[in-house]
């Protein structure tokens, strides 16, 4: 509507083009992105004291891939995010599904549920689950990996709402005669969402595992109170590491979960595109 | 939509996973640290359920006081400074043309999603005495002492550089959390600002109304609910943040959060734990309630 007045020169709202706006905008990136940018960059640098640029190496990731205890605890994360994740698309695509399709009574008090465990602060939930854990005696002394059931269980509480949401804002979109069609065909309701609703969905399913895996695998507040002594994971590590030290091994190991996870949202983000959907809305 | 009724058997396989898990690890978890909030410490290790209100009293005691108001206003100003940086930020996405919007919305989300360790992590390397801040004002002390000298006003500028402390006070945590929670204040801002029609921003201006009434009294009215949201889902957070007191704080500049972590770790005092950290829900109670109220308000203002 206004996209012919925008294409103009310096319209009064093209607040886009205003110099002061657009400086707002640069510092604020810079702000927000100087100091990762540093941390990574200075991964790759030749010096233990990693203030002044000495030279190129990725002598820093050879030892934080050799570092054992990260090593594990970089594992332990990367399992815990996987079952969390499945766990999350499970519970999370048939609880959107149940919440798209029913009308019951109190669906008002159980969506307001749901999204309480996104908007509780961390430290609550973690503390709940310490709790929780210590009450119902959970054994700590499990084999690997079944340690890291608690952690998983905790997980999946703050990831599935997550996912239902995303899940959720797919199916809004859903044409239900598609629905009715495949009915009207002969197909049972078991057969008509998996032959017809969870290929339309699968785009949000993707994008809701998606996040569910970087929400599990940045967590540290909730994991820090949920692990035994024994357990470590990543974000733990680093918490223990960063107490003493900066070191160019942490900002190694760092810049590689940045990269896993900046990878995986941008790709969640694809998958799912608003924008492209938003033209259409 | 169909009623739950129409076929209960599809209703209940669907709903159950959720349920089974929102009641078994979340309320009820939830109840056990609610109803431990209410007992009291015997001996060691044992604790009894009284329902004793002490717990919640001493939260009032003038040490744990101070902490909470202290939590109350570190997050209260880094609320008030993450609305006036992220305002114009919002704006400027939601006026750029379709491509750049994308991108600013990712650049913007982007950082949300790297780890929190690791941002207070890159925080600290920045900002610490030995950190990048310091060692570039030191090359630039260097180089002014040298231009200086050329004059014989080398004096000026001191014997020996000193560091900046940067970290481990109020300014640092309040700097953390800022760092941390922007990208919350500038999504509900920015979502606001998209839904806004324009063309009252337009009328505004055509009418003879100057860019700065144009905002004061269009624009922010307006998005009054984008703020409330970003004001409400940056201020919980910040409330209950414990990790960047802990990294980037001074040892005066504690939060609830360290409280209670320290309750649950170090102090072993779940009792007393449990009572703060219900505190904080209830503060957060609160302010949903205020949301919901104020949403309730705008819907039949609309309606009317």
Not at chain 1, 90 to 112: D, N, Q, S
Not at chain 2, 45 to 61: C, H, K, P, Q
């Given at each position: 509507?206004a996209?012919?007045?925008r294409?103009?020169?310096?319209?009064?709202?093209?607040?886009?083009?205003?110099?002061?706006l657009?400086?707002a905008?640069?510092?604020?990136?810079?702000?927000?992105?100087?100091?990762?940018?540093?941390?990574?960059a200075?991964?790759?640098?030749?010096?233990?004291?990693?203030?002044?640029?000495?030279?190129?190496?990725?002598?820093?990731?050879?030892?934080?891939?050799?570092?054992?205890?990260?090593?594990?605890?970089?594992?332990?994360?990367?399992?815990?995010?996987?079952?969390?994740?499945?766990?999350?698309?499970?519970?999370?695509?048939?609880?959107?599904?149940?919440?798209?399709?029913?009308r019951f009574?109190?669906?008002?008090?159980?969506?307001?549920?749901?999204?309480?465990?996104?908007?509780?602060?961390?430290?609550?939930?973690?503390?709940?689950?310490?709790?929780?854990?210590?009450?119902?005696?959970?054994?700590?002394?499990?084999?690997?990996?079944?340690?890291?059931?608690?952690?998983?269980?905790?997980?999946?509480?703050?990831?599935?709402?997550?996912?239902?949401?995303?899940?959720?804002?797919?199916?809004?979109?859903?044409?239900r005669?598609l629905?009715?069609?495949?009915?009207?065909?002969?197909?049972?309701?078991?057969?008509?969402?998996?032959?017809?609703?969870?290929?339309?969905?699968?785009?949000?399913?993707?994008?809701?595992?998606?996040?569910?895996?970087?929400?599990?695998?940045?967590d540290?507040?909730?994991?820090?109170?949920?692990?035994?002594?024994?357990?470590?994971?990543?974000?733990?590590?680093?918490?223990?590491m960063?107490?003493?030290?900066?070191?160019?091994?942490?900002?190694?190991a760092?810049?590689?979960?940045?990269?896993?996870?900046?990878?995986?949202?941008?790709?969640?983000?694809?998958?799912?595109?608003?924008?492209?959907?938003?033209?259409g809305? | 939509?169909?009623?739950?009724?129409?076929?209960k058997?599809v209703?209940?396989?669907?709903?159950?996973?959720?349920?089974?898990?929102l009641?078994?690890?979340?309320?009820?978890p939830?109840?056990?640290?609610?109803?431990?909030?209410?007992?009291e410490?015997?001996?060691?290790?044992?604790?009894?359920?009284?329902?004793?209100?002490d717990?919640?009293?001493?939260?009032?005691d003038?040490?744990?006081?101070?902490?909470?108001?202290?939590?109350?206003?570190?997050?209260?100003?880094?609320?008030?400074?993450?609305?006036?940086?992220?305002?114009?930020?919002?704006?400027?996405?939601?006026?750029?043309?379709?491509?750049?919007k994308?991108?600013?919305?990712l650049?913007?989300?982007?950082?949300?999603?790297?780890?929190?360790?690791?941002r207070?992590?890159?925080?600290?390397?920045?900002?610490?005495?030995?950190?990048?801040?310091?060692?570039?004002?030191?090359?630039?002390?260097?180089?002014?002492?040298?231009?200086?000298?050329?004059?014989?006003?080398?004096?000026?500028?001191?014997?020996?550089?000193?560091?900046?402390?940067?970290?481990?006070?109020?300014?640092a945590?309040?700097y953390?959390?800022?760092?941390?929670?922007?990208?919350?204040?500038?999504?509900?801002?920015?979502?606001?600002?998209?839904?806004?029609?324009?063309?009252?921003?337009?009328?505004?201006?055509?009418?003879?109304?100057?860019?700065?009434?144009?905002?004061?009294?269009?624009?922010?009215?307006?998005?009054?609910?984008?703020?409330?949201?970003?004001?409400?889902?940056?201020?919980?957070?910040?409330?209950?943040?414990?990790?960047?007191?802990?990294?980037?704080?001074?040892?005066?500049?504690?939060?609830?959060?360290?409280?209670?972590?320290?309750?649950?770790?170090?102090?072993?005092?779940?009792?007393?734990?449990?009572?703060l950290?219900?505190?904080?829900?209830?503060?957060?109670?609160?302010?949903l309630?205020?949301?919901?109220?104020?949403?309730?308000?705008?819907?039949?203002?609309?309606?009317?």
């Amino acid at each position: 509507m206004a996209a012919g007045r925008r294409r103009a020169p310096a319209g009064p709202l093209d607040y886009g083009r205003r110099l002061w706006l657009q400086i707002a905008v640069g510092a604020t990136l810079l702000f927000l992105y100087a100091p990762i940018v540093t941390l990574m960059a200075f991964s790759f640098n030749d010096s233990r004291r990693n203030i002044v640029w000495r030279g190129f190496t990725t002598d820093w990731y050879v030892r934080a891939w050799h570092n054992d205890r990260l090593f594990e605890a970089f594992t332990n994360s990367l399992l815990i995010a996987c079952a969390a994740t499945v766990l999350s698309i499970v519970v999370g695509t048939t609880v959107a599904i149940a919440l798209w399709r029913f009308r019951f009574p109190g669906k008002p008090v159980f969506e307001g549920l749901m999204a309480l465990p996104i908007v509780i602060p961390e430290i609550c939930m973690g503390v709940a689950m310490l709790v929780f854990f210590a009450r119902i005696d959970w054994p700590t002394d499990l084999p690997w990996p079944l340690n890291l059931s608690a952690i998983v269980i905790a997980h999946t509480a703050f990831c599935f709402p997550f996912t239902a949401i995303v899940v959720r804002a797919r199916l809004i979109g859903f044409d239900r005669r598609l629905e009715e069609a495949a009915r009207d065909l002969g197909a049972g309701e078991w057969q008509t969402c998996r032959d017809v609703i969870l290929p339309y969905l699968r785009p949000g399913i993707i994008a809701g595992g998606l996040l569910a895996f970087t929400l599990s695998l940045d967590d540290f507040v909730i994991t820090f109170f949920t692990a035994g002594p024994e357990t470590v994971t990543f974000p733990v590590q680093v918490y223990s590491m960063v107490r003493f030290s900066v070191t160019p091994e942490v900002n190694a190991a760092s810049t590689a979960l940045i990269v896993i996870t900046v990878f995986l949202t941008v790709l969640a983000m694809t998958v799912q595109s608003p924008w492209r959907q938003q033209g259409g809305g | 939509m169909d009623s739950w009724k129409r076929n209960k058997a599809v209703f209940f396989i669907l709903s159950l996973p959720a349920t089974v898990w929102l009641v078994a690890f979340f309320v009820v978890p939830l109840g056990f640290v609610w109803v431990l909030s209410f007992g009291e410490k015997v001996g060691i290790i044992g604790i009894e359920i009284t329902w004793t209100l002490d717990n919640y009293g001493r939260a009032l005691d003038p040490l744990y006081l101070g902490i909470v108001w202290q939590s109350m206003w570190i997050a209260g100003l880094t609320t008030a400074i993450c609305l006036v940086v992220g305002f114009p930020v919002a704006m400027a996405i939601s006026f750029a043309p379709g491509r750049w919007k994308a991108i600013l919305l990712l650049l913007v989300i982007l950082p949300f999603w790297t780890n929190l360790l690791i941002r207070t992590y890159a925080l600290i390397a920045v900002l610490r005495t030995r950190g990048y801040v310091n060692a570039s004002l030191e090359w630039l002390w260097e180089g002014g002492r040298e231009v200086l000298g050329l004059v014989g006003l080398a004096w000026v500028l001191g014997e020996r550089f000193e560091p900046l402390e940067l970290l481990y006070s109020h300014a640092a945590v309040v700097y953390g959390l800022v760092y941390v929670h922007l990208p919350f204040m500038v999504l509900p801002l920015y979502a606001a600002l998209e839904r806004l029609d324009k063309s009252y921003i337009e009328a505004s201006l055509d009418l003879g109304a100057g860019q700065w009434r144009t905002f004061f009294a269009v624009t922010v009215p307006m998005a009054m609910p984008g703020i409330v949201s970003g004001v409400i889902i940056t201020f919980i957070p910040a409330l209950g943040s414990f990790l960047t007191p802990t990294l980037l704080g001074g040892p005066d500049s504690q939060m609830i959060g360290n409280i209670i972590e320290r309750q649950f770790k170090a102090a072993n005092d779940w009792p007393f734990g449990a009572a703060l950290s219900f505190l904080l829900m209830y503060v957060t109670f609160g302010a949903l309630a205020l949301r919901a109220a104020y949403a309730a308000r705008g819907r039949g203002l609309a309606e009317a």
